[in-house]
């Protein structure tokens, strides 16, 4: 089975987008509000690799995240650097 890179690239992305957020402290709900999403189940899709994120988009994911465009691209997510435990109001958390 080949391995689709557009998919490959998403899901690296939405492992970085996830390191920063759990980082932080943020649930998924807090950085969907401060990214002005109606539902965090965007941010689950995003860190799942499941749903794109727009050109537009990405400064206001940066700024919520408290990082540069660079740091979202550039993060290093061999090894997660949070806890793996479900926490309250998470939609999708690894377990």
Known sequence: MQIDDNYTARL?????????????GMTQSELAAAMGFAHPSAICDIEKGRRLIY???????AR????????????DVAEPAYPLERRPGEACVRR
């Open 12 to 24: 690296s992305f939405g492992r970085s987008v996830r390191d920063l957020r759990l980082r932080l």
């Open 55 to 61: 050109r537009d988009e990405l400064p206001r994911l």
């Open 64 to 75: 919520a995240l408290g990082c540069d465009l660079g740091e979202l691209t550039e993060q």
